[in-house]
């Protein structure tokens, strides 16, 4: 993502200037940062606090810096996100001092450990406690963040004690990934709540400035923001669930014409990530309308109506790992270039460690495997053979992420090729045409670069094993042409997800035929 997208530039005669001036006749003064890391509770890793005191990391003025048009919010990642979207609704409005607290972002994995979080927490409340009188608090979140031992959503924890801390007087807007899992600790401290409308997620800066903007105009009174929300037993649903491709396409083009309404301040459907351990998981539908209670009770209901109406709808066609080699070797595509294998049960964008070996079990299994790419993550066995000569022959065994439970495969294999670069170490070790790439860290081939540097031309490949869903094909859309999902057994595994539904009562786990007899005590749990 480059640029500025045009939706959310300046616009010419958006705000009156007339009202401009903050309480006392001072400029407002609105504080804000980002906490921000989705949860995976079936991965055995435990995220820790220099998982975030990162290339992300932000505090203070680096914080103000990285937040104009020029700086570079999520270096690497996104220039401009939520907190860039902010800052420019704040300038276009005028008469705003904006005070930069820190951002936080590691990327998705295990739950958080106690100790980190609450250090997070702690280090935004004392610059919180630092910045001085405010009239106004915007935070970046995501909302399926977890913690080991905290019985309570962490970002409801969160929001709880900036509320305590700034006092009624103050007004909080917050916003969400589409995949929050929304809670009424999400919900009540709040007095602006926004959620991104893509997915994949394109649109981080322009939900920084709708909520930055809708903040603003609440503390000038020119709105006063009214919310109402539902919540769906819901877990899967809505097919690929890309906002873009039917059947979501229709949900999300109402949202967004629904805002077109000056009385709609806002309109969110939050899908969940379905991987986390929240006892009240399912999807949400909030409306936000201007002082109109009864109107966005109504447009909540509709909108949540609207979701349910596509709960059955199916995801594309899932491989066993046999049936995908079957299909690789099958496919007229492959003459193009390889097939790309999405190991949709080990998907490290989701927060799975990536450490799966089902899949070189299975090309090992076979007579004449084809020439297969497989990233894995095990880091035992990097340290095993770090040092082995490139070149030298050893009888191994990848056994993946510790505590994953994955098959363990044995391997006479040739270490190849090493490589001490953005994801940490990484061992080429080739046995016969199968090449591993064995990582410290969860494997995120995301650019063909990856293969380059263990000395490997992904063109040549018969297969390459991805452990995302979207992203790579950014990367990999003049190399490969047929992209086949195989279900093996991970963190990702919608089996997993299904089991859980049913003890718990959710759609599709259990098969319910309306969501408003369940849609209180969602609403109620912590
Ligand atoms: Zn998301």
């Known amino acids: 993502m480059n640029g500025t997208p045009a939706s959310w530039r300046p616009r010419r005669g958006l705000h009156r200037v007339g009202l401009s001036l903050g309480r ?9 940062g980002r906490l921000f890391h989705e949860a995976n509770t079936f ?21 103000a810096r990285a937040t104009t048009l020029r700086g570079k919010e999520l270096e690497g990642f996104m220039p401009h996100a939520e907190l860039t979207g902010f800052a420019q609704a704040a300038r276009a409005a005028g008469e705003v001092e904006t005070v930069p607290l820190a951002s936080y972002l590691a990327v998705p994995s295990g739950p958080l450990d106690r100790d980190c979080f609450e250090g997070l927490v702690e280090d935004q409340l004392a610059r919180l406690r630092a910045a001085g009188p405010l009239d106004g608090v915007y935070l970046a979140l995501h909302g399926s963040m977890e913690v080991r031992g905290l019985d309570e959503a962490p970002e409801a924890s969160l929001l709880r004690r900036v509320r305590a801390l700034v006092g009624p007087d103050v007004k909080i807007a917050a916003s969400f990934d589409l995949h929050a899992n929304l809670s009424a600790g999400l919900v009540e401290p709040l007095d602006v709540l926004v959620g991104y409308r893509t997915n994949p997620h394109w649109d981080l800066a322009p939900t920084g400035w709708r909520a930055g903007n809708r903040l603003i105009r609440a503390l000038r009174a020119e709105i006063r923001p009214t919310h109402a929300w539902r919540k769906l037993p819901l877990v899967l649903g809505g ?30 459907l939050f899908m969940v990530h379905p991987y986390t351990n929240a006892p009240d998981l399912g999807w949400a539908a909030h409306v936000c309308t201007d002082d109109d209670p009864a109107l966005a009770a109504e447009l909540a209901d509709a909108l949540a109506e609207r979701a349910w109406a596509e709960r059955d709808r199916a995801l594309p066609k899932m491989h066993t790992v046999p049936e995908a080699l079957e299909e690789a070797a099958r496919t007229p595509w492959r003459k193009l270039g390889p097939v790309t294998f999405v190991d949709v049960d080990d998907i490290v964008g989701a927060g799975a460690p990536g450490g799966n070996t089902r899949i070189v079990e299975a090309l090992l299994g076979r007579d004449d495997p084809p020439r297969a790419y497989v990233p894995v993550h095990d880091p035992a066995l990097v340290a095993h053979t770090w040092d082995l000569p490139l070149g030298s022959e050893h009888t ?17 294999a040739i270490v190849a090729a090493r490589v001490d670069g953005e994801l940490g170490r990484y061992v080429r070790l080739d046995v016969g045409s199968v090449h591993l790439a064995v990582g410290e860290s969860p494997p995120l081939p995301i650019h063909p670069r990856f293969w380059r540097d263990l000395d490997l031309d992904p063109r040549q490949a018969d297969i390459i094993v991805q452990k995302n869903f979207f992203h790579y094909r950014m990367f990999y859309g003049a190399i490969s042409f047929r992209h086949v999902p195989v279900v093996t057994d991970g963190a990702t595994s919608l089996r997993r997800v299904r089991d859980r539904a049913a003890r718990e009562d959710r759609h599709p786990g259990a098969r319910l035929s309306e969501w408003r007899t369940h849609d209180p005590a969602l609403r109620a749990a912590r």
């Open 24 to 32: 006392g006749g001072r400029p407002l003064r609105i504080a804000y």
């Open 43 to 63: 991965s055995p890793l435990v995220t820790t606090r220099d998982a975030f005191d990162n290339a992300f990391a932000l505090t203070g003025d680096a914080l």
């Open 239 to 268: 097919g690929m669930t890309i906002d873009f491709l039917p059947p979501m396409r229709g949900v999300f083009g109402w949202m967004r014409a629904l805002e077109r309404d000056p009385r709609v301040l806002s309109a969110s």
């Open 396 to 412: 191994l065994v990848l056994r993946g992420t510790p505590g994953y439970d994955q098959p363990e495969v044995p391997l006479r």
